[in-house]
């Protein structure tokens, strides 16, 4: 089981569990105002609202559904896709994301707890998404003509407004919401002790305020929101490979705990990551480390591009040293460099330098930690 289909699975057994998901309890009365919400809600409606979501995503689908309850008789009716959503205006949304709010705001005020919290973080990151998805096609399920009309044809693959909508919103979401996570880690990294509670409410008060200004004007909370997005979009690359690095110091343990099997080298293959620029990989590279039978190749994979990568000599030396936070793989010929893995495998080092044909060393020369978070 992959990292990717463990991350799914986590998200679907926390929404299912906790009912946050209730579109299927909509009756007629409900899909009737979804099929005239169709009509209705703008792109604006949709776009504003991401921002918010995207810097804290329980909280600010708790505020929607709280502004949704009192939006009868007031100047929210104007914003359709508060006041008219059926999921939203469902009360057991409001209340299963604020227990939500809670359980994972709370763990974030302090030192200790605050690493709980930042490993799940990709997990309420996707159920936000998720969520927020839903109640958009609980918005759009009448059958909206314009939401239909395909826009652009690829081949064999056509893509409607509605769904170039949703795509633009999960992009959107991932890229303030990386940027988000990176502060709140260096934060949890500075020897402040009240920093992470002072950050926490900070994110949630900017997240309360744009909700406000979404409420009131749908168009000016677009703007704010696509200005944030290119903003972030800016550092995205530089900070996301560093995101991918910090969740998985802080996932692997657990995922290994939870699935020994992940904790498993395969087919003389580990994941790593380079500390500083090496060959074509900038710093904090998520790379596979293998070996061939010519010697060693460490490579990449990337979406839609074929795999890069770099062939090592057998005569080249490799060390492996094991560390306190993660472990390292040292190249001291040809193309000096370092390299980490986390202690995902920290079970099988013996294995993994037996079958890779590494020499691993002990004692004063092994790796220390440094190359933990710290090294963001």
Known sequence: MNLFRIKLALVAVALISCGALPTAQLDESDLGKANRLADTITASEWL????????????????????????????????????????????YVFWIFLALTLLTSLPRLTKISKPIAQALDQVETYAGII???????AASSGGQADAETVVLSMGLVSLTFETLLCLAAVFNIIVINTVRF???????????????????VTNKSVCACLI??????????????????FACLIVFRWIHRRVVYARHIFLDPILTLLFPRY?????GRIQVFNQADWGPFPAKSKLFFEITETGWRISQQRLFLPDKGVDLERSTRIELAPGLFTNQILLTEGKPGGFVFTRRYVDHLDQ?????????????????????????
């Open 48 to 91: 504003g609202a991401l921002a918010p979501i995207a810097i804290s995503p329980f909280f600010g689908i708790t505020c929607l559904a709280g502004l949704s309850q009192l939006s009868a008789g007031t100047f929210l009716e104007n914003n359709h896709f508060i006041s008219s959503n059926p999921v939203l205006h469902n009360p």
């Open 212 to 229: 406000a200004i979404y409420a009131y004007s749908p168009v000016a909370a677009t703007a704010l929101n696509l200005l944030l997005f």
């Open 352 to 376: 993994i330098a037996q079958q890779m044909s590494l020499l691993r060393i002990e004692g004063e020369e092994s790796g220390d930690g440094r190359y933990g978070l710290n090294s963001l």
């Open 263 to 267: 904790g498993i080298p395969h087919h």
């Open 182 to 200: 990176f502060l709140e880690i260096l934060a949890w990294l500075t020897p402040v002790p009240a920093i992470d509670a002072l950050l926490e």
């Open 131 to 137: 969520t927020l998805l839903v109640i958009r096609i």
